[in-house]
C-alpha cells in the first residue's frame, strides 16, 4: 500500500523559512516523478512544485519560483520542498503525491493522499 507522510510545517511569521518532508513507504520513490500540492481554505488543491524521476525539478506556480526548492533523497526515500521567503499566501494544507509516471508534472491522478502539513504565515 503506497502511502506518503508529510511533515515540517508549522507557523511562521513572513520571510520565514520552513522545510517540509515527504516519506514515502509501500514504494519506491527514486522511480517515479514526485509533486508537492497544497490547498488553502475554501480553494481547490494545486500543484506547486515537481521532481521527475531523474531529478529534474520545476515549479507550476509563478509565485514559488526563486522562493521554493524541491530535492529528493533516494536512498531514504524522501522528498523535500525548502521554501523561503515564505507570504501569507503561501498559507495551505501542503500535501505531497505521485501519479506514478517518470515526468513532471504530477496530475492530480495520484496513487493516494496523505494527511498533509499544515503551514501558516501570519506575523
Known amino acids: 500500500q503506497v502511502q506518503f507522510v508529510e511533515s515540517g510545517g508549522g507557523l511562521v511569521q513572513p520571510g520565514g523559512s520552513l522545510r517540509l518532508s515527504c516519506a514515502a513507504s509501500?514504494?519506491?520513490?527514486?522511480?517515479?516523478?514526485i509533486g508537492w500540492f497544497r490547498q488553502a481554505p475554501g480553494k481547490e488543491r494545486e500543484g506547486v512544485s515537481c521532481?521527475?524521476?531523474?531529478?529534474?525539478?520545476?515549479h507550476n506556480l509563478d509565485s514559488v519560483k526563486g522562493r521554493f526548492t524541491i530535492s529528493r533523497d533516494n536512498a531514504n526515500n524522501t522528498v523535500y520542498l525548502q521554501m523561503n521567503n515564505l507570504k501569507p499566501e503561501d498559507t495551505a494544507v501542503y500535501y505531497c503525491?505521485?501519479?506514478?509516471?517518470?515526468?513532471?508534472?504530477?496530475?492530480?491522478?495520484?496513487?493516494?493522499w496523505g494527511q498533509g502539513t499544515q503551514v501558516t504565515v501570519s506575523s
Open positions: 503525491a505521485t501519479d506514478a509516471l517518470q515526468e513532471c508534472p504530477v496530475t492530480k491522478s495520484v496513487l493516494s
Open positions: 521532481v521527475s524521476s531523474s531529478n529534474r525539478s520545476s
Open positions: 509501500g514504494f519506491t520513490l527514486r522511480n517515479y516523478a
